[in-house]
């Protein structure tokens, strides 16, 4: 963290930044990016395999991609995402990886540092956000050329580390070392405060007193404190023209709602199995740890605890065919890991013999309570309860966004404001050019809040974020 940035956040100022991102992950990591002047072009040389997109690009020879019109561009992509510039950019910088190609990007840099926008990302942990908090030895869904950030391949940085991608996919640990290095190597340092929890962020239309600055509408006023060395904590208040929400999904796991489910011996994170076992409360030798769940994190939990020979139960509420299971939509070349988890779910039945020693698969069970003896009690599809002894229990069935620093939760700003917020049913309601909220302007959302959920594709969010404000700070009166 840049020594300076860490004293003008300690001293609090009363004069507005222009822009301020809440979270380090990799959508402000590129939102930084852009914003610190590194400017998109396409290659005088470039031909797109797309026809469509290759005429578009021909129109505006030597016109950077932020100063186009994102929604002419992005128009008629179709892929694995549904926001248009999110397609876009993943087209340019990776123009046929969904037929299996390896294309180089049609994209160049130049790093203009007139256009730059003054800003400050601030984050709890290191740049790189949740992808520290993971567990390092952890391999990516995604392939790791789809982990990148612009202008610095994931396979050409683990290269010089002398590190090398396992079925195309890198280590949890390689690519949160990833998006530090990025942070150093592109020179965005001076942007990041890591150590800072933001806890409020309210906004009017007034100027702070003594600015002596025009009053632009609106005027954010973020507040919380700064972590420091010793662990004390000093507290911060800053004023900006510009938010960005780029915190992701992963501050408040989802639970379950049921009776016993605050005992200490129920978690939901993997790390509590981590710790268990590394202190030895969790053994070969000890009742089974009960993991809820049929997502990709309790497929991680299920392996883990196999490595160390660690007998598991497994329960979840859908059938193992269910097509809406993550599993039934992954590869199983590219995946032999998640689909040999799924094999163990639809070939094991607590009814009968297990084929997997240390396995027990309970499909279609409804968890009612847990004892503080240490039991669970299901019921089955058959409406039988049933009760299990159990050593740890991990609920790993998804997570929310925490907003609480938001006036309601930024509940209203949820394309359904009168549901949940929720990454994947019922994100931040953005306008899909800008990415700016649709119920409040100057604020910005982006990531797996603006329901873009893959590394892949947060960063046509963080293009689009960018694009909007280089028009601002055009129109701009001087």
């Given amino acids: 963290m840049n020594s300076s940035r860490k004293e003008h956040l300690g001293a609090s100022s009363s004069e507005p930044l222009t822009v301020i991102v809440i979270g380090n992950g990799p959508s402000g990591i590129c939102l930084s990016y852009l914003l610190s002047g590194y400017t998109p072009y396409v290659k005088p040389d470039a031909i797109h395999p797309l026809p469509l997109l290759q005429r578009k690009l021909t129109e505006a020879p030597g016109i950077s991609i932020l100063d186009q019109d994102l929604g002419y561009l992005s128009e008629g992509l179709e892929g694995r995402c549904q926001s248009p510039v999110a397609l876009l950019f993943d087209a340019l910088l990776r123009p046929d990886t969904d037929f299996g190609g390896d294309l180089e990007s049609v994209l160049t840099w130049k790093h203009e540092k007139e256009r730059a926008i003054p800003h400050m990302v601030l984050g ?3 740049p790189g956000g949740a992808w520290h908090s993971i567990e390092g030895s952890m391999v990516t869904l995604s392939q790791g050329q789809w982990m990148g950030l612009p202008d610095l391949q994931v396979k050409d940085w683990m290269q010089k580390k002398r590190r090398g991608l396992r079925n195309s996919r890198a280590t949890a640990g390689d690519i949160a ?8 190597k592109k020179g965005l340092g001076p942007n990041f405060v890591s150590g800072a929890v933001v806890t409020a962020v309210e906004w009017g239309t007034s100027e702070p007193s003594g600015s002596g600055t025009q009053a632009p509408s609106p005027l ?3 507040s919380g404190f700064l ?9 911060f208040s800053l004023w900006a023209r510009n938010v960005v929400l780029a915190t992701g999904t992963f ?13 200490p011996f129920v978690h939901h994170e993997l790390s509590a199995l981590e710790a268990a076992t590394r202190v030895g409360t969790v053994t070969p030798a000890s ?5 809820i769940g049929a997502g990709l994190s309790a497929a991680d939990t299920i392996l883990y605890a196999r490595h160390y020979n660690i007998p598991v139960i497994h329960a ?13 939509q992954l590869p199983k070349m590219l995946y032999p890991e998640y689909h040999k988890v799924h094999q163990m779910m639809r070939e094991q039945s607590i009814l009968s013999p297990s084929p997997y020693e240390g396995y027990r698969s309970l499909p279609g069970h409804r968890l009612l309570l847990f004892k503080e003896d240490r039991q669970a009690v299901f019921r089955d599809p058959e409406g039988v309860e049933k009760v299990f002894s159990v050593s740890l229990v991990l609920v790993l069935i998804g997570s929310h966004p925490d907003l609480s620093f938001l006036p309601g939760a930024g509940a209203h700003l949820a394309v359904d404001p009168d549901q949940p917020l929720s ?10 050019f800008t990415y700016q909220s649709t119920h409040q302007e100057g604020l910005y959302a982006m990531g797996p809040l603006a329901g873009d959920n893959f590394v892949r594709f947060v960063q046509g969010g963080a293009l689009a974020v960018a694009s909007s404000l280089l028009r601002k700070e055009t129109r701009k009166p001087p």
């Fill in 227 to 235: 972590t420091t060395k010793d662990q004390s904590q000093q507290p």
């Fill in 316 to 328: 979840f509420r859908r059938p193992v065919d269910d097509p809406g299971l993550v599993f039934n």
């Fill in 124 to 126: 709890r942990n290191l």
């Fill in 251 to 263: 501050d408040s796991p989802a639970r379950l709602g049921v009776p016993g489910e605050a005992l």
């Fill in 287 to 291: 009742d089974p740890i009960l993991i």
């Fill in 423 to 432: 990454a994947k049913r019922n994100p931040v309601d953005v306008d899909p």
């Fill in 220 to 222: 954010f006023h973020v």
């Fill in 177 to 184: 070392h990833y998006y530090r290095d990025y942070v150093t």
